[in-house]
């Protein structure tokens, strides 16, 4: 198994529940995903599913009053020169557990912003408003690297012009609100990038964005990630933008992982019927009728449900087509391997 | 930025214009002057004939004559506005018998330095405890604080400085009024005078700075309880900044910034407000002397008092509105 080699993150089993008056909320609730180094990893889902909350777990930031309860995020970390020198070498040199670290220690410290770096939905809200883009970029390569502050300002410039930001010497001293949306999300991907991580997590870095600035986001994020090298976890609940950045993808549905695949694969053979049912409800130009006439869109019955009382059996039964009854809503469906590196969790395929 | 600070210092000059003026008429709105009180008083004292004598020539006719009392209203403003402008003459306190000059300046300083002294101590106590509050929200600090806050807006300052004093004078048999012990009164200013003011000066911050931080911490905490959620937050924790760091670095400096706004018109409410408690304590502050002024139409004692505090106001808001674009940048000077 190539697979094994090169493994960057292992997450096993994470669950992320939130103790609320009300009740617990299970935002993640087993989820297990690989990110190997360099690849870009896609997670998809509906509103509310868990895929925010799984991220900042990763990151171990995760909200308050939200707690890792159970699972293990291991970390392969490699020395900087062998992050940089060959990527193919499975050369770690040693495996941290990020979840059993203090989130708010010196070690998950020393490992966020530097190892595995973050960016955000909203551009605007996520810088400081009363920072200058310079002071926020040059905050963390000050933390994390062994410079002092005028190189770390030409660090910073550099970052700048790699994401193709106009005049990055004069944006570099401007505040958050002189900028447009697009090139405060260019300076976010700069500022992630500035201390060369070895993960990228983008939790819907396009999201807030108008058509235009999204496809060249995009474009800009695939060619740093062909240049840079480091690997992506691509959060998203645009299928068309899986698409276009991922190499392999998980499909989460409240705080679980139900099916993952290759993108080809899930794209041609879809197996769950919440994927299937994803995967219908994109337009698509092109796909008509006999008649001619364009296909109506398919719309996943009923809503995600209150995240209080998440159904028995198999989470998805209420809203799925094909439920077998007696099955699906009795007993929960464990992950089943229907192909090569194509896991599904549902009855059907037991 | 320093043409923004210009044109503001500019645009408050025909503010203080307009001050002047409503300071002036106020003072002159109630019926009669302090002369036609004086006159009523002579008479009650010496008798019509001494009144009548007055009246007529003699001290009140002198008086009238030089500050023009019986000249039109704006004469009467021109005459007062150019002497306190070109001479910083005030006029004269009818009353007291002196300059107002003399009355003044020192009863203004004490003022502000007791207003100073409470603001500061309000901050120094207010901000770091709401931080706590919300940063460790609905801990057993965070209760207590609030319960402390609660009964600090709910007494009225006055009567916690009767508590204090009788307190003082039945446990600890002394007297904590004043701002000097009796020896210093009216002695000249010297180091033994200063040190004798801070070691009474404590006492009447605490009283009158209670309020004020007890709303202070709630606002704190709650401008800081919105701010803690917002993703900016977040961006600084992803970037390994620590949590202590990141805290003040970030959201507490942006939760900071509507008070600024508020220094402006947070010192000449601490003026008006500890007059009633400056009356208890007997503290030579602006606040009784006024009140007296007011009270007796003693006009251009009262006069000097509205015009400079008002002043101080204009002042107070002009440094708060360029602190404010200095410190956050949102805010455009154009
Ligand atoms: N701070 C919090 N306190 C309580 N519950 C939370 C908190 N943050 C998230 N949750 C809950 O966790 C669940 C998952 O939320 P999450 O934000 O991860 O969803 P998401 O998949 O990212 O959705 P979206 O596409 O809208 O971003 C939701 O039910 C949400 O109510
Ligand atoms: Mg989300």
Known sequence: MTENNNLLLEVKDLRTHFPLRLGTVRAVDGVDLNIRYGQTVGVVGESGCGKSVMARSVMRIEPTPGRIMSGELLLYRRTAEKRKSDIAQPGFTDIIDMAQLDPKGPEARGIRGAEIAMIFQEPMASFSPVHTIAWQIIEGILIHQDVDRTEARRIAIRMLEQVSMPHPERIIDRYPHQLSGGMRQRAMIAMALSCQPSLLVADEPTTALDVTTQAQILTLMRELQRDLGMAIMFITHDLGVVAKMTEYVYVMYLGKIVESASVVDLFHDAKHPYTEALLRSIPQLGRRTHQGKAEPLAVIPGGVPDPFSIPSGCPFHPRCHRIVEGVCNVREPTSIEVGENHQVRCVLYE | ?334
């Open chain 2, 1 to 334: 930025m320093l043409e923004y600070i210009i044109r503001r210092i500019l645009l408050a000059i025909p503010t203080l214009i307009m001050i002047s003026i409503i300071s002036f008429v106020v003072i002159q709105l109630p019926p009669g002057d302090f002369l036609t009180s004086y006159i009523a008083q002579i008479r009650s004292e010496e008798g019509d004939l001494a009144a009548e004598e007055a009246a007529e020539g003699g001290r009140v006719a002198v008086l009238r004559q030089r500050y023009g009392l019986d000249q039109p209203l704006p004469v009467q403003y021109w005459r007062w506005i150019t002497n306190i402008v070109l001479r910083g003459d005030f006029g004269y306190s009818f009353e007291q018998k002196v300059g107002v000059r003399t009355l003044i300046w020192e009863r203004l300083a004490l003022t502000i330095v007791l207003s100073g002294t409470t603001m500061l101590f309000t901050w120094l106590v207010a901000i770091p405890i709401g931080v706590l509050s919300a940063v460790k929200q609905y801990s057993l600090m965070d209760y207590f604080f609030t319960t402390l806050g609660f009964l600090g807006l709910a007494i009225p300052n006055f009567l916690l400085a009767l508590i204090l004093m009788w307190v003082a004078f039945r446990y600890f048999d002394t007297s904590i009024t004043g701002l000097f012990s009796s020896h210093y009164i009216d002695a000249p200013w010297t180091w033994g005078k200063v040190l004798d003011l801070m070691k009474h000066l404590w006492l009447p911050v605490l009283i009158l700075g209670m309020s004020g931080s007890a709303s202070l911490i709630r606002t704190m905490r709650a401008n800081l309880l919105d701010e803690l959620n917002k993703p900016y937050v977040e961006t600084a924790r992803a970037k390994g900044v620590k949590e202590n760091t990141l805290i003040w670095r970030y959201p507490v400096r942006v939760a900071l910034n509507p008070f600024v706004s508020t220094i402006g018109w947070a010192l000449p409410a601490l003026v008006s407000g500890s007059t009633i408690v400056s009356i208890v304590l007997s503290l030579a502050t602006t606040g009784p002397l006024l009140l007296r002024a007011l009270i007796s139409q003693d006009m251009f004692l009262a006069g000097a008092f509205v015009l400079l505090l008002s002043t101080l106001t204009v002042i107070g808001t002009l440094i708060s509105d360029i602190l404010l674009v200095v410190l956050d940048p949102r805010i455009a000077y154009e």
